[in-house]
Structure formats: C-alpha cells, structure tokens
C-alpha cells in the first residue's frame, strides 16, 4: 500500500523524517523550521522562568519543567543552565532511554548544593507495591538521591489500575521520606482519569495530555476545575498537539495564517503553542522536551513574556485546531475500542505514529510495536474498523493508520 503524503510516499517521509529530524517537518512551510533553528522573541530583560502553586502541595513550581527524555548525560551544561534561569522542574522516567535518571545522577553528583533547588519527578512502569518499590530503590540509586518530590505511576489509563495497595504503599513511602507527593501521568481517557483522582485525598499531582487541541473541550475543562478544586497539581505535556499522519493541503491555510501572525510577533508557532496553555492559570507547568540549548532559550524566553495571547490568536488556534482534527488523537480509547477491535490498542498505535512520524522517533516506535503479542499484530491485519472510524470525535482515519503500523514498524 502507497499512500502519498503531499507527492511523496509514507516510505518517504519516514526515511526524510529520520535524517532532517520531527521539528522542521512539523513546523511546515510556512513557519521554516522548528523553535531550535528559528527566531525567537526576545525579552526585554532575560529574567528567571516564573513559578505557579503546585495544587495543596504547598510547593511552587516553575512554570516550564525540564522533560528527560533524552540523554541527559551528554548535556549537563544544559542542566546547569537550566537552573540559572529556573527552569527547576526535572522530569525523568524509570523508562526513559539514553540513561536519563543516570545523567540527573551524574549532575547531582557533580553539584549536589543544587539537589535543593529542584522539584524532581520520576515515574514507575510498575502498577503493584512491590514492583514500585524495586524501581523507586532503582531510582533513587541512579539519580544520588534520598527522596523524590513527586512520585508518578507512569501512563494510567483507568482509575482503578489505583487501589488501596497504592495507597497503603504510598502513606508508607512517604512517612519513609523517600517521596514527597504521589501521582500519575495519564495519556489516555485523560478527563475521566482525572475526573476519578479529583475525589482520591491522596492523589497529588497529575501530568496529563494538554495542549490547543483539547483544552477547551468540556470534558477537559470539567476535569481541570475537580483537579483543582480538590488541589490536585497539574503538569501539562504533550502542548505541541502533534499528529499521527499528515496532510498538508487540508492543513495549509489555517497553519499558514496562524505561523506568519505568530512570526510577525516575533514568536514561533511552538512557542505561540506553549503560550496557549499557560492561559490556564491552573496548569502549574508544562512538561517540555528539550534536548538543546537552543530550546531551551527559545522556552525560558516565551516563558517569561509578560503578553498573554489574544481573543484573536485563542481563536486562530481553534480555528487551525478544527481543520486539522483528523490528524490528531485525542486519547480518548473509549470511542475505538469497540467488539471488533477489543483487544487492537488503538490508541497506542496512534502514540507510535505520532513519535514516529512528529518526533522523528522511528526506533523508538518500532521497539514499541514489536512488543506487541504477534495475536495483536494478526488481529490489526484482519479487523475491520469501519465501525471505530464512524465512532471516532477527530475522524481519523483509523483502518489505514493501522495497515501503515504493520508496514512501517515491521
């Protein structure tokens, strides 16, 4: 099968996608490249990133957190150069490749005076309170450190993956000292798995899928006020909104208007896309990858802007968000994961697509899809997902996004 993305083939754009890297393909034509090699705005005085509250906490955070998923090692210069501008949210994953925790470690090592200025975050893949404990030990090892400021259960789905074993674990961890405050990320069924914390005392903190495409929807901005009500913190990631597949003639003129408006400001559309989440004052932070010091400069100084976007530019997003809603999941696994595709993870699939094809993760996506039970991969090849495709609010097109999995990934 030979799809074409815009006169050239999905094998193409794959192989284009790897060498030139995610940024300058998603950027478009009209923006010319991603925040790490395009103009940025520059602050009249270069200032320390600001800090929200974090939920009930009692802990303020900055507003822009480091995402670890990259080799942290290899840029401790970064890291240092992170905390001269407060950026001293740390975010880390057990899972996270390139040595992540062990590049924290390798830092802390070298300046342990900055432990302390840190608000540092982990995650468990493990659900059970034994595995949560090997890996935080783990954890704790790599990163020379005697305590975590925010524990995280790594891509909840389902509220009740939490009971009162998680529970029992997490009172005991923290008497111990070696946690501070427990929570979960979540990138799937996201308003409902919040929606379920909000009335759990002893949920702390939230990183969830937030960005353009979603905050305004009700179900989203129902679940951020019980978060907040309930003085649950909220991190926000996945703020690029970036999609599983494109097609650039249907995106084209919403995407034009929206990049040039944003580069006559002085700002990349990146940047713009970051500024629409801080809009929400309930969003403690945005959990953003930067693997440079080029991206990181181009954040901190967005960060600090004192201009919030207008009425106008809210609208240009929603406008550019519609348009190009058939390239985007949502996450929302509920819609597609009828009879005939039970036991086909949909969404899933769409991640894979997405770092694959927006990232410029191809390995990543392949290592990924050749976990899956060879019964999931026959049950892809064979299901009919016109039902899924007609339940599905983006209108994806969710029975081709599958066929591409099994020939892009094999």
């Known amino acids: 099968m030979k799809d074409e993305y815009e006169g050239f083939s999905r094998r193409q754009f794959l192989k284009t996608a790897g060498a030139i890297g ?12 991603s925040p790490v090699d395009a103009p940025v705005a520059k602050p009249a005085v270069l200032d320390r990133v600001p800090t929200r509250p974090f939920g009930r906490s009692g802990r303020d955070v900055s507003i822009l957190s480091l ?34 925790e062990d590049g924290i470690g390798k830092y802390f090592g070298k300046y342990p005076e900055d432990r302390e200025k840190i608000f540092l975050v982990t995650k468990s893949d493990a659900r059970d ?8 030990t783990r954890s704790l090892e790599r990163m020379k450190t005697t305590y975590i400021d925010l524990y ?50 002893w949920v702390d903190g939230i990183m969830t899928t937030y960005n353009f495409r979603n ?39 919403e995407g034009q208007a929206l990049a040039e408006h944003f580069r006559r400001k002085g700002w990349t559309e990146e940047q713009a896309k970051l500024k629409a989440v801080w809009q929400e004052p309930r969003i403690a932070s945005i959990c953003s990858q930067m693997d440079s010091m080029r991206l990181l400069k181009a954040n901190m100084e967005v960060a600090v802007a004192p201009d919030p976007l207008t009425s106008a530019e809210v609208d240009m997003f929603q406008r550019y968000a519609v348009a190009t809603a058939g390239h985007y999941c949502a996450g929302c696994s509920g819609h597609c994961q009828m009879a005939e595709t039970a036991d086909i993870p949909i969404s899933d699939v769409m991640r894979y697509h997405m770092y694959c094809r927006s990232y410029g993760r191809a390995d990543w996506a392949r290592e990924q899809f050749a976990a899956l039970p060879e019964a999931v991969k026959s049950a892809m090849a064979k299901a009919d997902f016109t039902a899924a495709e007609a339940r599905c609010p983006q209108g994806m097109p969710i029975g081709r996004l599958m066929r591409d999995a099994i020939e892009d990934f094999a």
């Open 152 to 201: 995280f259960i790594h891509g909840l789905s389902r509220i009740d993956e939490l009971d009162d074993h998680t529970r029992r674990w997490v009172d005991k961890t923290k008497k111990e000292g070696r946690i501070k405050l427990f929570g979960f990320s979540t990138h799937r069924n996201m308003p409902a798995v919040m929606q379920g914390a909000a009335r759990l005392e």
């Open 215 to 253: 905050m305004h929807t009700r179900e989203m901005q129902d679940a951020v006020s019980a978060c907040a009500d309930a003085g649950v913190g909220l991190t926000a990631m996945k703020t690029q909104a970036r999609g599983s597949w494109f097609d650039w003639s249907r995106s084209q003129p």
């Open 22 to 33: 995610a940024g300058s393909l998603l950027a478009g034509r009209a923006a010319a490249g």
């Open 129 to 136: 309170p034994d595995g949560m404990n090997r890996l935080l």
């Open 67 to 100: 995402g670890g998923m990259f080799d942290i090692g290899a840029n401790q210069l970064m890291l240092r150069q992170a905390i001269k501008w407060g950026v001293t949210y740390w975010d880390t994953a057990d899972c996270y490749q390139a040595g992540s």
